[in-house]
């Protein structure tokens, strides 16, 4: 049986998880859009110098690696999850939200062929790139509500008997 604090660590340890997929999509922002950022007056030499070490690591050195990144951490944190089921539900619907999500996610770095100023593009690419974020993060949470409803029926009938493991008849 588990107890409160169980569940209070695991649902933690599924908040941070998620941060860290955030996190990841806001430095990669801040490297890829830096044209931008710095024409709007937003870096400054001393966070930059820390940046400088985290943008030597080895994911943020391609678009894909790094979105990846970021969707496994979400994905890590939609696991230990525990949605509120809902049967009405379809699962073509989550399943066009995750794949809108997808395509716009992965696509939108189509946005830095455009000639275009930096705030443009990096407007562009950061507000579809989030679309794309939200809307896969609210299909596969569609899916794992559907997947969690089929999973906890009673197939025991276990609501259906005594203390003593005799059926009640309700």
């Given at each position: 049986?588990?107890?409160?604090?169980?569940?209070?660590?695991?649902?933690?340890?599924?908040?941070?998880?998620?941060?860290?997929?955030?996190?990841?999509?806001?430095?990669?922002?801040?490297?890829?859009c830096y044209g931008a950022f710095n024409e709007l007056h937003f870096t400054y030499p001393i966070v930059?110098r820390v940046l400088v070490n985290i943008y030597k690591l080895s994911i943020f050195r391609s678009l894909?690696?790094?979105?990846?990144?970021?969707?496994?951490?979400?994905?890590?944190?939609?696991?230990?999850?525990?949605?509120?089921?809902?049967?009405?539900?379809?699962?073509?619907?989550?399943?066009?939200?995750?794949?809108?999500?997808?395509?716009?996610?992965?696509?939108?770095?189509?946005?830095?062929?455009?000639?275009?100023?930096?705030?443009?593009?990096?407007?562009?690419?950061?507000?579809?790139?989030?679309?794309?974020?939200?809307?896969?993060?609210?299909?596969?949470?569609?899916?794992?509500?559907?997947?969690?409803?089929?999973?906890?029926?009673?197939?025991?009938?276990?609501?259906?008997?005594?203390?003593?493991?005799?059926?009640?008849?309700?």
């Amino acid at each position: 049986m588990q107890t409160g604090e169980n569940e209070q660590a695991l649902r933690k340890i599924i908040d941070f998880t998620r941060f860290l997929g955030i996190l990841v999509l806001i430095l990669h922002f801040y490297f890829s859009c830096y044209g931008a950022f710095n024409e709007l007056h937003f870096t400054y030499p001393i966070v930059n110098r820390v940046l400088v070490n985290i943008y030597k690591l080895s994911i943020f050195r391609s678009l894909l690696i790094v979105k990846s990144v970021a969707l496994g951490f979400l994905i890590i944190s939609l696991i230990g999850t525990k949605g509120k089921k809902a049967e009405n539900i379809k699962f073509s619907t989550a399943l066009t939200y995750s794949l809108l999500g997808l395509a716009l996610y992965y696509s939108s770095a189509i946005f830095f062929k455009l000639q275009a100023s930096y705030l443009i593009i990096a407007a562009l690419y950061i507000s579809v790139t989030t679309i794309g974020f939200l809307l896969f993060l609210t299909g596969v949470s569609m899916m794992y509500r559907i997947i969690n409803v089929n999973l906890s029926k009673d197939i025991f009938n276990d609501e259906n008997l005594s203390p003593g493991g005799e059926e009640t008849g309700k």
